[in-house]
């Protein structure tokens, strides 16, 4: 069973290919068997296993009706579904299936951009992490080289010395910080292509 995200990632693209091709007089299944040669990921493979099901002897409906129900996706479901219908009932599809991919062009959109807005401060946060934390830190470790005379009137703990010496430890931190804003930007990414 395909993930939401998996079946969500060609489904505007299959819809507007169905479309296409049936605006163009090619029927439904002959469409069907176009996006089941494949570029739509979970949704060719689909499609694919439906004709090779029809083949067999089953029923249009039923092999939309089965493959609703296993969808995981509200999106890929509806598609499913209207394409069911129009098959039990011979509605208008290629405006029933401009509505959907309509509506699901604008969900695309205002997922990015919500993620847009989710990391619009990302690239300053990293910049200023990575640029300032060298530079910090590195001016602190160089502090007992520099003025070793001020260091002993000013430091006579030796503070400083001990702070200078966690300053590879310290970069080592700041990377792997870097590298955890990234990971996490990149695993909230919304699957829009």
Known sequence: MATNAEESADLLYAMRAVMVLLGS??????????????GYGVISKDFREAIDNLQRGSK??????RLSTNA???????????????????????RALAQQSDREEEERNDKLAAY????????TILLTVGILSPIIFGMI?????IAPDIMTFVDSSG???????????????TILLM???????????????
Request: with cysteine.
């Open 141 to 145: 470790a160089m502090l007992p080289v």
């Open 179 to 193: 590298a955890f804003l990234g990971y996490r930007a990149h695993t909230s990414d919304p699957g829009v292509i």
């Open 72 to 94: 995981s996706s509200k999106a890929y479901s509806r598609f499913l579904n209207t394409l069911r219908t129009n098959v039990t009932s011979d509605t208008d599809l290629v």
């Open 25 to 38: 007089g090619i029927g439904l299944e002959a469409a069907m068997q176009m996006i089941g040669r494949g």
């Open 60 to 65: 249009l409906e039923n092999e939309f009706s």
């Open 116 to 123: 847009i807005e989710k990391l619009s401060g990302l690239p």
């Open 159 to 173: 503070t400083i010395a001990g702070l200078a010496g966690c300053f590879g430890p310290t970069l080592f931190l």
